[in-house]
């Protein structure tokens, strides 16, 4: 799950593991907050993408989680974070100068794509 461009990395990457055989799929954090929370089963495991690992969507879920015993993994730039601190596994992507001088996500997003590999 991700909200903004950190979601459509995660959509990218439920694409990739379903196409290798293993069963996944893309889980929009404010759709789980409002009723799909039930697509989850146990054996199942979360990947939050959150550049600031501060996405209030994201954070909202976690006691839903906790409370289901989903383990769930955090990537993010923000080791401090709400969402990396609660994890069960944190992956830290270097901070990086976005290449858009509007400050857009793009360096960022590239490297939350290369990092899952």
């Known amino acids: 799950m991700g909200v903004g461009k950190s ?15 293993n069963p996944s799929f ?4 404010n759709e789980a907050s409002h009723g799909d929370l039930g697509m989850l089963s146990s054996g199942d495991i979360i990947i939050a993408f959150s550049k600031s690992g501060e996405s209030n969507e994201i954070i909202i879920l ?5 409370r289901l ?9 923000n080791p401090l974070s709400t969402i990396a ?19 857009a996500p793009t360096t960022s997003t590239t490297a ?5 590999y």
């Open 7 to 21: 979601g459509y990395i995660a959509r990218k990457l439920a694409a990739t593991f379903s196409s290798t055989g």
């Open 26 to 29: 893309f889980m929009h954090p």
């Open 62 to 66: 976690i006691s839903f989680i906790k």
């Open 69 to 77: 015993s989903i383990p769930y993994i955090c990537i993010t730039e």
């Open 85 to 103: 601190k609660s994890a069960n596994v944190s992956i830290f992507i270097h901070k990086t100068q976005e290449a858009s001088n509007l400050g």
């Open 112 to 116: 939350a794509l290369i990092e899952d």
